[in-house]
């Protein structure tokens, strides 16, 4: 059994500094898109990935002003390095990449089930939208084959992603569930997901995801990530490496637009999308089955600080 007395206390003083970091660099990157049209700004494309970045931007600055996690053991805190068990990494990693277009595809066809969203096999709507950016006068590709390399090229598209979501994923996972995981795994994994959906605020707030511009949408964001936090963060607590999680978050916004190509109007996504309501019972049931199966009970040591190995505390 662990012994919590050798289980050293959540650092609150750095995790507000990072929570506080995160939040105002995301609004100082966000603020063109404030002072121009909002997400139709051109310069949103350049914006956009510049804010995935400042976790871990907030991540190095509080490790190296702050000392948290102490000198010496910050690779294996942050889960860059070692990459140990090698095979149960990379299993994970595999497991990442290919299972959230999996649970978006289940989360569409639960939404169908609701009646949140209307599916259009035909994927006439779809073909609408793709005309209206086309060059007048273009030919129109068949819709199949366009429908076809969309999908096809989701794992490819993953990895693409995955590069960018590094920068959210070693501030959330890498840095900020660690620093938070002597509370107890399940504190932790929520406490995380929901500053990871606050974080959003500046872009939600402008109709990103949702398309709402009030704190609904906030809100929404917090559940989704509270949701898909769950996820990632037993990839990492799992793996006890950061890559799996990356490439998990990688995966998942390689796929979030396949209810685009595949619903017959533009659908709520507050309700139909992956970050929404059936997104949040398609992981509900994905979480049970994983605490069913005892996969959050084991999960490895933690470093703290320099030859200082601790066991997380049992949640």
Same mark, same amino acid.
């Given at each position: 059994?662990?012994?919590?007395?050798?289980?050293?206390?959540?650092?609150? @003083?750095?995790?507000?500094?990072?929570?506080?970091?995160?939040?105002?660099?995301?609004?100082?990157? #966000?603020?063109?898109?404030?002072? %121009?049209?909002?997400?139709?700004?051109?310069? /949103?494309?350049? *914006?956009?990935?510049?804010?995935?970045?400042?976790?871990?931007?907030?991540?190095?600055?509080?490790?190296?002003?702050?000392?948290?996690?102490?000198?010496?053991? +910050?690779?294996?805190?942050?889960?860059?390095?070692?990459?140990?068990?090698?095979?149960?990494?990379?299993?994970?990693?595999?497991?990442?990449?290919?299972?959230?277009?999996?649970?978006?595809?289940?989360?569409?066809?639960?939404?169908?089930?609701? @009646?949140?969203?209307? =599916?259009?096999?035909?994927?006439?709507?779809?073909?609408?939208?793709?005309?209206?950016?086309?060059?007048? @006068?273009?030919?129109t590709p068949p819709i199949g084959v366009v429908v076809a390399a969309q999908v096809a090229g989701i794992p490819l598209a993953a990895l693409v992603n995955a590069f960018f979501a590094f920068g959210e994923e070693l501030g959330w996972?890498?840095? *900020?569930? !660690?620093?938070?995981?002597?509370? &107890?795994?399940?504190?932790?994994?929520?406490? #995380?997901?929901?500053?990871?959906?606050?974080?959003? #605020? !500046?872009?939600?707030?402008? %109709?990103? $995801?949702?398309?709402?511009?009030?704190?609904?949408?906030?809100?929404?964001?917090?559940?989704?990530?509270?949701?898909? @936090?769950?996820? =990632? &963060?037993? *990839?990492?607590?799992? /793996?006890? /490496?950061?890559?799996?999680?990356?490439?998990?978050?990688?995966?998942? $916004?390689?796929?979030?637009?396949?209810?685009?190509?595949?619903?017959?109007?533009?659908?709520? *996504?507050?309700?139909?999308?992956?970050?929404?309501?059936? %997104?949040?019972?398609?992981?509900?049931?994905?979480?049970?089955?994983?605490?069913?199966? %005892?996969?959050?009970?084991?999960? !490895?040591?933690?470093?703290?600080?320099?030859? +200082?190995?601790? /066991?997380?505390?049992? #949640?």
């Amino acid at each position: 059994m662990t012994d919590r007395a050798a289980v050293p206390g959540v650092r609150w @003083g750095a995790v507000v500094a990072f929570t506080l970091l995160c939040c105002a660099l995301a609004w100082v990157v #966000s603020l063109p898109l404030w002072f %121009g049209d909002g997400l139709a700004e051109p310069i /949103s494309a350049l *914006l956009l990935p510049m804010m995935m970045a400042t976790p871990a931007v907030a991540a190095i600055i509080v490790t190296f002003a702050m000392r948290v996690p102490g000198r010496g053991e +910050r690779l294996r805190f942050l889960g860059l390095w070692p990459l140990r068990p090698a095979k149960r990494v990379v299993w994970l990693i595999v497991l990442g990449w290919l299972a959230p277009p999996v649970l978006v595809m289940a989360s569409i066809a639960l939404a169908a089930a609701c @009646g949140f969203v209307q =599916l259009d096999l035909t994927f006439s709507a779809f073909a609408a939208e793709i005309e209206k950016v086309l060059p007048a @006068g273009s030919p129109t590709p068949p819709i199949g084959v366009v429908v076809a390399a969309q999908v096809a090229g989701i794992p490819l598209a993953a990895l693409v992603n995955a590069f960018f979501a590094f920068g959210e994923e070693l501030g959330w996972r890498g840095w *900020l569930l !660690p620093a938070l995981r002597p509370l &107890g795994t399940w504190p932790a994994l929520l406490l #995380s997901g929901a500053i990871w959906g606050f974080w959003h #605020s !500046p872009i939600i707030l402008l %109709g990103y $995801n949702f398309g709402r511009t009030d704190v609904t949408g906030v809100l929404f964001m917090i559940g989704g990530c509270v949701a898909w @936090g769950i996820l =990632l &963060g037993w *990839l990492r607590l799992r /793996s006890a /490496s950061v890559w799996p999680a990356v490439i998990a978050h990688g995966s998942l $916004n390689a796929a979030g637009g396949l209810i685009v190509i595949v619903a017959a109007a533009q659908p709520d *996504l507050a309700l139909a999308g992956p970050l929404g309501v059936s %997104g949040w019972i398609v992981i509900a049931v994905v979480t049970v089955v994983l605490i069913a199966i %005892g996969q959050f009970r084991h999960q !490895p040591e933690l470093a703290d600080a320099p030859g +200082r190995l601790i /066991s997380a505390p049992r #949640s």
